[in-house]
């Protein structure tokens, strides 16, 4: 029997994930992807001596790694160094400008939850125990089936005596940390895996607050050589089953045929037949920009009122000294935390910013020249390209200061420095209004009401990543692209 083609557009995780499975079932696939490299927002550029990650930094739910390496009857130890970092965050608050480590183990972190709260430990362990309980539920239950209707959620949430977190889906992270954390400070500890959901805490589902076991049990991780090793790696799997990968390969539009996706078109005229097209690129993007008007699944509306991540303000800097003072990643929590994604939420920026600074040079010598650091810092900002570039500039200042004040010179070291806006997410990479992230995961965006993997209107053309289901995050979208070869596989069974 001929072996079906199938046609991917774009090449982020999820692409470069669904691409290696469906080569490894016998399927002819190629890979088109507009940027000149693979791995959409898990990039990486290198100037003067630094290597920087230009997305993702924070290697979490590492058995979801393994899982996806396991389809292919692979280790994944065999192909990243991967190690555990202690601390696995410094927290910086203006009470504590030397920061408190935390290290994804109980025995010790309670000390640093007793100092910002004392008496909080029991409380917290508490919270952990729920957010285990979650995390297990969410990967049994959420990760491994793919689950798209409401229906297909409340049979699961009141089958699996899941009713606990069904409610828990419906009430906010925010409230729920609250009844455990009463300082500022605790909270902004407890909440910050929000960073990774793209929403302030309380636009969150309690249910997320999973996360909290997957950053403060499970641990974080780094693989040697920075986050590109993933893209590496799957991109050898890739190869090794056959994928052909073609690159500065921006598809223009999907031709469809009696609701049929029948291949496409690249810029510059090129056309590809396909069998099955897998849309990897933002599903807006895709719906608004590629597909014929006939056979979008959406109205102009539903986006209207779709929420997008935060952006985000990114300051690549080498530095010329070494920066004891900083670990491998840090948060600097200002008081304004909470109105920070409030604001950003009315499209302001906030007076008072708070920023992640990754540092990966603490753990990786190869990604600065001796004696250097390489700094990522990441300021959420509105995702909104109204905000201009030089506002965000002098945004950038004043985050520029507030590090200086933790370590002082800072400034004087500075051997190079490159800036990216919103603007540079929309150009780069269609991302939904300029965010970072995609759509961000508050209830009306997540699960059942997320857009699903199989368009409603064309026959056998499929999504995955970030902006379709279970969503944001390197681990869930390879957990994306699972769910998606399983649901080819088995419509083509049919
Ligand atoms: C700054 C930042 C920090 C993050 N931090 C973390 C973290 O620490 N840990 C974590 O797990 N996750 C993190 N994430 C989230 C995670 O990186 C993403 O959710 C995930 O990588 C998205 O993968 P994706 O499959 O959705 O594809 P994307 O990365 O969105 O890639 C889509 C690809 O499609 C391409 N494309 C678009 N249009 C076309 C077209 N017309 N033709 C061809 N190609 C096209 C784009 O160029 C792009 O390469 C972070 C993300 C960002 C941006």
Redesign the pocket.
Same mark, same amino acid.
């Given at each position: 029997m001929r072996k079906k083609n199938v046609s991917i557009?774009?090449?982020?995780?999820?692409?470069l994930g669904v691409a290696a499975l469906l080569a490894r079932d016998g399927y002819r696939v190629h890979l088109? +992807?507009?940027?000149p490299t693979?791995?959409?927002?898990?990039n990486r550029f290198s100037e003067e001596g630094f290597t920087f990650d230009?997305?993702?930094?924070?290697?979490?739910m590492p058995e979801i790694f393994e899982n996806f390496f396991g389809l292919f009857g692979e280790k994944i130890g065999n192909f990243l160094n991967l190690v555990r970092l202690a601390p696995s965050c410094r927290m910086f608050f203006d009470e504590h400008p030397r920061g408190i480590d935390f290290f994804s183990d109980f025995a010790k972190d309670k000390n640093a939850f007793a100092l910002l709260e004392p008496g909080s430990e029991e409380r917290i362990e508490l919270y952990y125990a729920r957010a285990r309980q979650k995390y297990r539920f969410v990967s049994e239950h959420i990760f491994r089936e793919n689950k798209e209707t409401l229906l297909d959620y409340a049979k699961l949430f009141f089958k699996k005596g899941g009713l606990g977190m069904g409610l828990g889906a419906v009430s906010s992270m925010d409230a729920e940390i609250s009844r455990v954390a009463r300082t500022p400070e605790l909270r902004a500890v407890l909440q910050y895996p929000a960073m990774?959901l793209g929403a302030g805490p309380w636009r969150l589902p309690a249910l997320y607050s999973f996360m909290s076991y997957a950053a403060f049990e499970q641990g974080v991780w780094y693989p040697k050589g920075g986050m590109y090793q993933v893209v590496e790696v799957l991109v050898s799997l890739g190869k090794k089953h056959g994928v052909t990968y073609h690159t500065s390969?921006?598809? +223009?539009s999907v031709h469809v045929a009696e609701g049929r996706a029948t291949g496409f078109a690249l810029e510059g005229g090129k056309y590809f037949a396909a069998d099955i097209v897998v849309s990897? =690129?933002?599903r807006f993007?895709t719906e608004e920009?590629?597909l014929p008007a006939r056979y979008r699944d959406y109205p102009k509306s539903f986006w209207e009122n779709k929420e997008p991540s935060y952006g985000?303000l990114?300051l690549f800097l080498g530095i010329r000294k070494k920066i004891p003072a900083l670990a491998h990643h840090n948060f600097f929590f200002n008081r304004g935390w909470k109105e920070q994604f409030r604001d950003i939420e009315k499209g302001k920026l906030s007076a008072d910013p708070s920023f992640y600074i990754g540092m990966r040079s603490a753990t990786d010598s190869s990604c600065a020249p001796s004696g250097m650091e390489n700094i990522f810092v990441?300021v959420p900002v509105p995702a909104s390209t109204a905000v201009s570039n030089d506002e965000l500039d002098r945004y950038g200042e004043k985050v520029m200061r507030k590090m200086i004040s933790i370590v002082p010179g800072l400034e004087k070291g500075i051997a190079f420095e490159r800036r990216w806006y919103p603007q540079d997410?929309a150009e780069?990479?269609?991302?939904f209004r300029g965010s =970072?992230?995609?759509l961000a995961h508050t209830f009306f965006q997540t699960g059942p009401f997320r857009p699903p993997h199989r368009s409603k209107s064309v026959k056998n053309l499929y999504f995955?990543? =970030? $902006?379709t289901n279970p969503g944001?995050?390197?681990? $869930?979208?390879l957990v994306?692209a699972t769910q998606v070869f399983k649901e080819i596989r088995a419509r083509e069974a049919m």
């Open positions: 557009i774009g090449g982020g995780i999820g692409g088109f +992807e507009k940027n693979l791995g959409g927002v898990c230009t997305g993702p930094s924070w290697y979490m990774f390969a921006p598809v +223009e990897d =690129a933002d993007y920009q590629l985000v990114l990441l997410f780069r990479y269609h991302s =970072a992230l995609g995955v990543g =970030a $902006t944001i995050g390197m681990p $869930t979208c994306s």
